[in-house]
């Protein structure tokens, strides 16, 4: 094991928690899910004494709604554990992962809305299922001619894909009605103690909890899915995909599997996003988030589940952060300008220095070292 | 389907079609040469193009044209395009080059797997589309008009203009000239050879790296070439000019058979009027979807394109 060789004191860290009893990792866990939900409330800060304004920037982001920016990560944290099926559990390049969320949102907004084309007020609890099977119909149309190709012909196409939904959405006298886009979206079923509607306009807080408990049963499908038979067939693909197929695992089918999946996840998280928005247009789903979740993949670093939550978490809350942040501390710095610019950056870097990411996979980073290890020689050129 | 108008500007839309598709070609040889070496999508060719249209445009600039200067004179003309051709070659093979040294060599030195290589191709892809953004405020700009379109004949009926005869000329030039080079030039057997078998030709005495460097020289001198086209026919840019236009150039090659340079200038032709053929019978606004449609159809039937793949002839 190389990546054992030379243990860091996050190595050490993780080591000893992995050495506890069980029953303090689960309670350990309970604590950290419980801060989660009472994250975006007020009291928990002005209990905690942070100076209620503008100042308090610990982990408030001053210049936007908190908690609508908490939903905003959370849905980055979900797509990101989405698309570590497809890129970092069976090493497959998806570029259009956008595309799938954009299906997710649209067949929603398109079955509840009754300003839709289609004219159905189904609810919404309904219209979810029928947009994660849109979803993952979507992905194995995509998937079928493409995946017994090699890999790098689905980069291509999965990009053009989530260009053409964008092109297509982007017709006024499409079926999504271009910049008009479709209004009227059905908020999540649901009423309070006192009657009103728990899922509301204003507050973006149920969202978030919503959002929040589906991640969390999403962590624990994958989790299972990981150390199934299905999740050993992905790692095996990732590795080595001939050597996989030799040895009897289903390529193909497996393949597919991954990218239907990571689809249906995208899909879902569409289908939570134009329930709480109430209202998508073309602009809603341009090409760079694409590319933001990819950043956030591998950023964390692709191949495991933690690092897929903390890089989603990274890229999205970070930029919101550091824009109220930089307010106080004087620098006005646009970060959504310099967003994609800064994410490339760190995407290249990332590859040549640090290729298994922030939060490693134990077995990726090992794969890496010895991919190192096994390099060729090259031939010295006399002008270097 | 609007079939009166499909028939009835059959010939107007095919010599449209031949022209755009000529431009496709040339960024498409960019895609072909790097992928018949490496086997390496490269993401990053489309801002190759994008940075040659904005070189040609600061030249002109700098010249002393805008967009509200009258067209030059025959004489002033042919310098500033010329100037701006050489200026757009430069510019692209140089972010060609400097694309591969600072992202791809790295990799290559530590050995990385396939999927690190086309993630660093699309993070260099944003970075230097997004750099561009950011310096140019993201807005669209004209450019001045160089060569003024005149009709020099007509086709059936359809009228033919110098600069699309211009940019159906230069291309074919181009590709003609990239052929004999790659297939007649000691360099050009180098990069077949590497094509082939890498290590191989390198134990043969062949220098890879120099391979590399020079397979990313020649692709950005098209796609230059390309922009500086696309430059006087068009007259516009944008930072995210060369997204399309990339996403078009490498369905055009794979249509061709990516890694086989003539199979580039066929799918690029190929490209270019069936998009126009499309845009014709169901309306303009489904003309983008043709090239992505063709290239999904294409890969179910066809993986290996039109004419095969081969830059080194036999490939396994």
Known sequence: MTATAHKGKLAQMRQRWSDMPKQVRWAGLAALVAFFYILPNRWFYEYLGFPIGSEYFAFYTTRSDFAAVLFDTAVFVLLAVGLNVVVGFTGLLDLGYF?????????????????SRLDLTWPWLAAVPVAIVVTMISGVILGTPTLRLRGDYL???????????????????????GQRGIPEVQHPPGPMVDGRPLF?????????WLILTVIIVIIFAMRNLERSRVGRAWVAIREDEDAAEIMGVPTFKYKL??????AAVGGLTGAIFAGKQTFINSDSFLLESSILVLAAVILGGAGGIKGAIIGGALTWYLPEWFRGFGQIIGLDFDTAEYRILIFGLIIIVMMIFRPQGLVPNRRRAAEFADRRKEAVPQETVPSE | MNF????????????????QGAIYALVALGYTLVYGVLRLINFAHSEVFMVGTFTALWTWEALGYNQNTAAPAFGAMLVAVLVGLGAAMAASALTAVTVEVVAYRPLRKRNAPPLAFLITAIGASFVIAEAFGVGTHRAPFGMPVMIP??????????????????VLGVTLVMMAALDQFVNRSRLGRGIRAVAQDADTAALMGVNKNRVIMLVFVLGGLMAGVAALLWSVRYGYTKFNVGFLIGLKAFSAAVLGGIGNLRGALLGGLLLGIAENYAAGLFGGDWKDFTGFVLLVVLLMFRPTGLLGESLGRARA
Do not use: C, H
């Open chain 1, 99 to 115: 595309g799938f969320y954009a299906v997710g949102a649209y067949t929603v907004a398109l079955l509840t809305s009754p300003a």
């Open chain 1, 155 to 177: 980069a291509i196409v999965t990009l053009g894909f989530a260009e053409m939904i964008r092109l297509y959405a982007a017709r006024n006298d499409g079926l999504l009605q």
């Open chain 1, 200 to 208: 509301g306009v204003v507050d973006s807080k149920p969202y978030y």
């Open chain 1, 257 to 262: 599997w991954a990218f239907a999946i990571g």
């Open chain 2, 4 to 19: 009166a108008e499909f028939f009835g500007n059959f010939p107007a839309l095919t010599i449209t079609g031949l022209e």
């Open chain 2, 149 to 166: 379109s005149e009709t020099l004949f007509t086709v059936f009926g359809a009228a033919v203009t110098n600069i699309q005869l211009l």
